[in-house]
Antibody
Framework: HVQLQESGPGLVEPSQTLSLTCTVS??????????WGWVRQHPGKGLEWIGH???????YYMPSLESRVTISVDTSKNEFSLKMKSVTSADSAVYFC?????????????????WGQGARVTVSS | YNLTQPPSVAVSPGQTAGITCSGD??????AFWYQQKPGQSPVLLIY???YRPSGIPERFSGSSSGNTATLTISGTQEMDEADYYC?????????FGSGTRVTVL
């Protein structure tokens, strides 16, 4: 039974770096059975994919965010992290981490399941 | 890449609700569906167009034809009132639909 838990500051100042960590339990990231991703949701809006990473460190990002985002993985701690630099109020959102099983049909990341409970981040001075 | 969903769908208890998801790229890839209740995280309902994960009630089903995927809720219950999102992969990027609010009247 895989569980994910986001952690990190709930308030970030404009132009600073947003940092979140997702701690995984129930599945060692190092097994390579899954990818691990981040999705955000602006207040009252829909879901927006940020990116995902494989245990090897291979990461994939939304093109519009790629210049500001880094996703990294620490297999020894069984966690992965999101860093987003130069944030503005437009980055205020709930940030979810999720597991993406390796899809044997497509040979790449599959679906988002399960999800963490979400971390609300506000960008404000 | 875009996925278009109706903003809202209203359904009476016990009736069938259908939520469509349209996108040019859907003909070439799979659709996934998620349910999100207020204040909660999304939950996977359907993967690979039609498959239901264990633990998801049988009243939820998925289908796909051409560039449109459909989530059907049969015998809708009050607990099904939620936002529903479709999702696909296009050129290595995950694309979510704008979401459909299902109201059970």
């Amino acid at each position: 039974h895989v569980q994910l838990q986001e952690s990190g500051p709930g308030l970030v100042e404009p132009s600073q770096t947003l940092s979140l960590t997702c701690t995984v339990s129930g599945e060692p990231i190092a097994t390579g059975n899954s990818y691990w991703g981040w999705v955000r949701q602006h207040p009252g809006k829909g879901l927006e994919w940020i990116g995902h990473i494989y245990y090897s460190g291979d990461a994939y990002y939304m093109p519009s965010l790629e210049s500001r985002v880094t996703i990294s993985v620490d297999t020894s701690k069984n966690e992965f992290s999101l860093k987003m630099k130069s944030v503005t109020s437009a980055d205020s959102a709930v940030y979810f981490c999720s597991r993406l099983p390796y899809d044997t049909v497509t040979g790449s990341a599959g679906w988002f399941d399960p999800w963490g409970q979400g971390a609300r981040v506000t960008v404000s001075s | 890449y875009n996925l278009t969903q109706p903003p809202s769908v209203a359904v009476s208890p016990g009736q069938t609700a259908g939520i469509t998801c349209s996108g040019d790229f859907l003909e070439q890839t799979y659709a996934f569906w998620y349910q999100q209740k207020p204040g909660q995280s999304p939950v996977l309902l359907i993967y690979h167009d039609t498959y239901r994960p264990s633990g998801i009630p049988e009243r939820f089903s998925g289908s796909s034809s051409g560039n449109t995927a459909t989530l059907t809720i049969s015998g809708t219950q009050e607990m099904d009132e939620a936002d529903y999102y479709c999702q696909m992969w296009a050129s290595g990027t995950a694309v979510f639909g704008s979401g459909t609010r299902v109201t059970v009247l």
